[in-house]
């Protein structure tokens, strides 16, 4: 008995390593599934005595990001590779869908703090998150939101 209840154990196991999908390049984050205000609250120098209200952080990949008060704008000093061309920021407000622009002035570039991997921030109905190293979502509140990363790039 102890060994046909040790072959059917393994003969499961063998099964369920076949039917798992081998890991491939992660894909683009669904933004209905991962809340992002499930993050913990990164603690750090995010703000700086010029900019009333304002939230700023760095990723850890080196762009520039900032939240402002009451839902907006949020945005990064980045675009993605997909990005169309001559454009330098993404940006989002509450009462819009986040769109990529070009601006003369970096105006999400402070010396802040690096937001880690896995934390966010918030501000004022605002939040934003480093889901790895090379992906930031920022979203505000009447679902307007984008997610950020080195190729991709996802606006809504």
Known sequence: MTVRC???AAGLVGLILIATPIASAQPAPDQNVKDIRAYPLA????STPDDFYFVFFRTPDG???GIGPNGGP????AVPAD???????TVV???APAQYRHSDTAAFTRDVDVLPVGYRLENWGATCAVEDENVVRCQTYNSHGFT???GYGELW
């Open 148 to 150: 950020l990363g080195r």
């Open 63 to 65: 762009r520039a990001c």
């Open 93 to 95: 407000n509450s009462w």
């Open 43 to 46: 603690q750090g120098r995010y």
């Open 83 to 89: 990005a169309p061309p001559d454009t330098n920021q």
């Open 74 to 77: 949020v945005g990064c000093d």
């Open 6 to 8: 040790a072959a059917a």
